[in-house]
């Protein structure tokens, strides 16, 4: 049996790193995880491609190698995974479709074969089985959310790894939180189920034998639901960290009351955690309260701080057009993003995702505008009814992205960022070769080319002098606000 996985084409936002990416010589920032561990759910007799539209295309002779195609896709894919589910189709094949996408659309959804609702660990063994029986359904849907223990550990041998910028694993799945406009906790729970510490050690130990030195994401979705288990794990992988040199730089996401944690923060530091990316979402409280974002209270700025002072740089996401944010919101989150030190400001606007809270609230007071969510919430539309005036709003929307990515705002902020953060250990990928090319090609195209040089040398200058240990995590972070820069100019903002 040949089996085709494809993961469809992103298109731009901030997350696709796109015009970063060419200064470290990568096509894409992270290795589709979910299709990685759908393959390693298959017989073992079978064979298996990757084609990650994201870094390669999709030709036909790909398609006719294949018995099978398998899709996955998040909701700003589905475009391009319609595409490839008509193209295989046109070419006769049978397709399987799984994947966030599939998972949460009220759409109709393209004509594939078999549709995997949810999870797959426990569904995809069953039709294994009804294949074999000549009874496969067309549908699949776990009755429960599965134990991660029978999640395989993903066969990231599959993935072409020099091309991407990051590799993933995941810990847990599911968050305890219950905030209103968030797809994660329908999709994926509110209680968060966690590997155990040996599936973890598993999982690097295959990627450091698999030759990946650098920066791996922990793409959970709040990798401090479960604390009990994460206050175990830490000290495990802070010991296999320093066996093996310090082979990872880790990446991961949380909930802001991580800062209320000062042992798990240490902890943190310890097992080689560099980045952490946190839903702060605005500093408004009326408009936190209105979200159920009950854990962003206190003083935000103050615990980003705390965060930023255990080595870690804070990336956040950050959210304008709830019900009750005031007329000088722009100002407020410009304020606020400014005084955070936080380089990576994903700001966006808010959109109803399907079957979400927010979803179903809006529908009762009749304010869905009938369409889903493009799922890209940089793009200026809205599918509700929005309080303030959505010219308003996305004027606003588009002052804050200019603000806050003109240069010397954005290099201002990352200085105090690599102040805040203090002294730290270098990313591995950067001491080697592809290190010397990554800083030739920044230093040509912002040093040289770029017409906002004079502010990338100020901001050199500052690093060369003052923060040297610093020096290779700068690159990246001009890299990056090029990146956002770009991005921001591209939406007339
Ligand atoms: C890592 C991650 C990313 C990474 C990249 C992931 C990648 N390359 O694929 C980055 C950071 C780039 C990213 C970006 C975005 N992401 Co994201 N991301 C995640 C996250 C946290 C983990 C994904 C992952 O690897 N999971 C681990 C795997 C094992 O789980 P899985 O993919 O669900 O796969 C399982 C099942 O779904 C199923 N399955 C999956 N595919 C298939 C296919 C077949 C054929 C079958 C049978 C089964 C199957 O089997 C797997 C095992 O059970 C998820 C949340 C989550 N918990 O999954 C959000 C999530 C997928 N992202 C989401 C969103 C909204 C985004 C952004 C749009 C955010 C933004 N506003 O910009 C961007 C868009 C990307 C872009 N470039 O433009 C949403 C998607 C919502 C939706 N309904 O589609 C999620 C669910 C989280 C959320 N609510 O924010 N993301
Ligand atoms: S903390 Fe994050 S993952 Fe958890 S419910 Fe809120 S938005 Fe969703």
Same mark, same amino acid.
């Given at each position: 049996?040949?089996?085709?996985?494809?993961?469809?084409?992103?298109?731009?936002?901030?997350?696709?790193?796109?015009?970063?990416?060419?200064?470290?010589?990568?096509?894409?920032?992270?290795?589709?995880?979910?299709?990685? !561990?759908?393959?390693?759910?298959?017989?073992?007799?079978?064979?298996? +491609?990757?084609?990650?539209?994201?870094?390669?295309?999709? &030709?036909?002779?790909?398609?006719?190698?294949?018995?099978?195609?398998?899709?996955?896709?998040?909701?700003?894919? %589905?475009?391009?995974?319609?595409?490839?589910?008509?193209?295989?189709?046109?070419?006769?094949?049978?397709?399987?479709?799984?994947?966030?996408?599939?998972?949460? !659309?009220?759409?109709?959804?393209?004509?594939?074969?078999?549709?995997?609702?949810?999870?797959?660990?426990?569904?995809?063994?069953?039709?294994?089985?009804?294949?074999? &029986?000549?009874?496969?359904?067309?549908?699949?849907?776990?009755?429960?959310?599965?134990?991660?223990?029978?999640?395989?550990?993903?066969?990231?041998?599959?993935?072409?790894?020099?091309?991407?910028?990051?590799?993933?694993? /995941?810990?847990?799945?599911?968050?305890?939180?219950?905030?209103?406009?968030?797809?994660? =906790?329908?999709?994926?729970?509110?209680?968060?189920?966690? %590997?155990? @510490?040996?599936?973890?050690?598993?999982?690097?130990?295959?990627?450091?034998?698999?030759?990946?030195?650098?920066?791996?994401?922990?793409?959970?979705? @709040?990798?401090?639901?479960? %604390?009990?288990?994460? +206050?175990?794990?830490?000290?495990?992988?802070? &010991?296999? /960290?320093?066996? $093996?040199?310090?082979?990872?730089?880790?990446?991961?996401?949380?909930?802001?009351?991580?800062?209320?944690?000062?042992?798990?923060?240490?902890?943190?530091?310890?097992?080689?955690?560099?980045?952490?990316?946190?839903?702060?979402?605005?500093?408004?409280?009326?408009?936190?309260?209105?979200?159920?974002?009950?854990? @962003?209270?206190?003083?935000?700025?103050?615990?980003?701080?705390? =965060? /930023?002072?255990?080595?870690?740089?804070?990336?956040?996401?950050? =959210?304008?057009?709830?019900?009750?944010?005031?007329?000088?919101?722009?100002?407020?989150?410009?304020?606020?993003?400014? &005084?955070?030190?936080?380089?990576?400001?994903?700001?966006?606007?808010?959109?109803?995702?399907?079957?979400?809270?927010?979803?179903?609230?809006?529908?009762?007071?009749?304010?869905?505008?009938?369409?889903?969510?493009?799922?890209?919430?940089?793009?200026?539309?809205? $599918?509700?009814?929005?309080?303030?005036?959505?010219?308003?709003?996305?004027?606003?929307? /588009?002052? =804050?992205?200019?603000?806050?990515?003109?240069?010397?705002?954005?290099?201002?902020?990352?200085?105090?960022?690599?102040?805040?953060?203090?002294?730290?250990?270098?990313?591995?990928?950067? +001491?080697?070769?592809?290190?010397?090319?990554?800083?030739?090609?920044?230093?040509?195209?912002?040093?040289?080319?770029?017409?906002?040089?004079?502010?990338?040398?100020?901001?050199?200058?500052?690093?060369?002098?003052?923060?040297?240990?610093?020096?290779?995590?700068?690159?990246?972070?001009?890299?990056?606000?090029?990146?956002?820069?770009?991005?921001?100019?591209?939406?007339?903002?």
């Amino acid at each position: 049996m040949n089996i085709l996985l494809v993961n469809p084409e992103f298109p731009e936002t901030y997350w696709s790193f796109r015009y970063a990416l060419p200064f470290e010589g990568k096509k894409c920032a992270f290795p589709p995880l979910g299709l990685l !561990t759908v393959s390693a759910l298959l017989p073992k007799s079978w064979n298996r +491609r990757l084609i990650d539209l994201n870094i390669e295309s999709l &030709k036909a002779r790909d398609i006719d190698w294949a018995d099978m195609v398998f899709v996955t896709g998040m909701l700003v894919q %589905k475009d391009s995974l319609r595409e490839v589910v008509k193209r295989a189709k046109a070419q006769g094949k049978r397709v399987v479709l799984g994947g966030p996408y599939v998972t949460s !659309t009220r759409e109709e959804l393209p004509p594939a074969d078999h549709l995997f609702r949810g999870e797959a660990e426990t569904t995809l063994p069953q039709f294994i089985d009804d294949l074999a &029986k000549g009874c496969a359904k067309a549908v699949y849907q776990a009755p429960e959310r599965p134990a991660l223990a029978l999640t395989p550990i993903a066969d990231f041998g599959l993935a072409n790894m020099k091309r991407y910028s990051a590799m993933s694993v /995941q810990y847990s799945r599911g968050c305890p939180f219950s905030c209103e406009f968030c797809d994660i =906790i329908e999709i994926y729970g509110r209680v968060p189920r966690t %590997k155990s @510490n040996q599936q973890m050690l598993a999982e690097f130990d295959a990627l450091r034998d698999l030759g990946w030195r650098g920066t791996v994401f922990i793409v959970d979705d @709040n990798f401090i639901g479960n %604390k009990k288990n994460v +206050r175990k794990l830490l000290p495990e992988l802070a &010991k296999w /960290q320093k066996q $093996n040199g310090y082979p990872f730089s880790l990446i991961t996401e949380s909930s802001i009351n991580l800062a209320d944690d000062e042992p798990l923060l240490e902890s943190m530091r310890d097992a080689g955690f560099r980045r952490v990316f946190i839903g702060i979402e605005t500093p408004v409280e009326e408009s936190l309260h209105e979200a159920q974002k009950t854990q @962003n209270r206190g003083n935000l700025l103050d615990s980003v701080k705390t =965060i /930023q002072s255990y080595g870690m740089e804070v990336m956040a996401g950050f =959210i304008v057009g709830f019900d009750n944010d005031p007329e000088d919101i722009f100002e407020r989150q410009i304020d606020f993003i400014r &005084k955070s030190a936080i380089p990576l400001a994903m700001v966006g606007l808010l959109n109803a995702l399907p079957d979400t809270q927010l979803w179903k609230r809006l529908e009762r007071e009749g304010r869905l505008l009938g369409e889903d969510a493009s799922g890209n919430n940089t793009v200026c539309t809205f $599918n509700f009814k929005t309080r303030m005036d959505p010219a308003l709003l996305i004027q606003g929307y /588009q002052s =804050i992205m200019r603000t806050i990515y003109s240069p010397r705002e954005y290099y201002d902020r990352t200085l105090d960022s690599i102040r805040r953060t203090g002294r730290q250990l270098a990313d591995p990928q950067y +001491r080697n070769l592809s290190g010397l090319k990554a800083l030739t090609r920044v230093l040509l195209k912002l040093g040289i080319l770029d017409r906002e040089r004079k502010e990338f040398w100020r901001f050199f200058t500052h690093v060369v002098v003052r923060h040297r240990d610093k020096f290779t995590d700068s690159l990246r972070l001009a890299a990056v606000g090029y990146h956002f820069r770009k991005l921001s100019d591209s939406y007339g903002a």
